[in-house]
């Protein structure tokens, strides 16, 4: 699934997207980043709350290429920045991480 999916389809709102060709091969959803880093794939999407610059940091070691924050939460302009610098992709949602991780989930193909 391409980052273009995300955007178009599922019509997550795209706060910033550097390459909308990217690739997506799997999905993570958690709110604990020590969890994340331990266990979230490469080329995923990670499904949180968690709006902080610190996300970025972890998607970015963990080989995340997108972070979608559910439950109406904002990035501030930190991690923005963070996004920016790392090439990291973030989109929001007013969906709660169930039904946004569903959708994504479907869209992979895996329900």
């Known amino acids: 699934m391409k980052l273009k999916y995300i955007k178009e389809t ?4 795209a706060v910033y997207v550097p390459d909308t060709e990217v690739d ?8 604990l980043l020590s969890d994340v880093m331990g266990n979230a794939p490469d080329e995923s999407i990670l499904i949180t709350i968690q709006g902080h610059k610190n996300t970025i940091a972890v998607a970015s070691l963990a080989g ?7 439950s109406n939460r904002s990035a501030p302009q930190d991690m923005l920045d963070a996004a920016k610098n790392e090439g990291v992709a973030v989109f929001t949602t007013s969906e709660n991480q169930f039904t946004a991780s569903y ?6 193909g895996l329900v």
């Open 64 to 70: 995340i290429e997108a972070v979608l924050l559910c």
């Open 24 to 31: 997506i091969h799997a999905a993570y959803t958690s709110d």
């Open 10 to 13: 599922l019509a997550y709102t």
């Open 103 to 108: 959708r994504i989930a479907a869209g992979l």
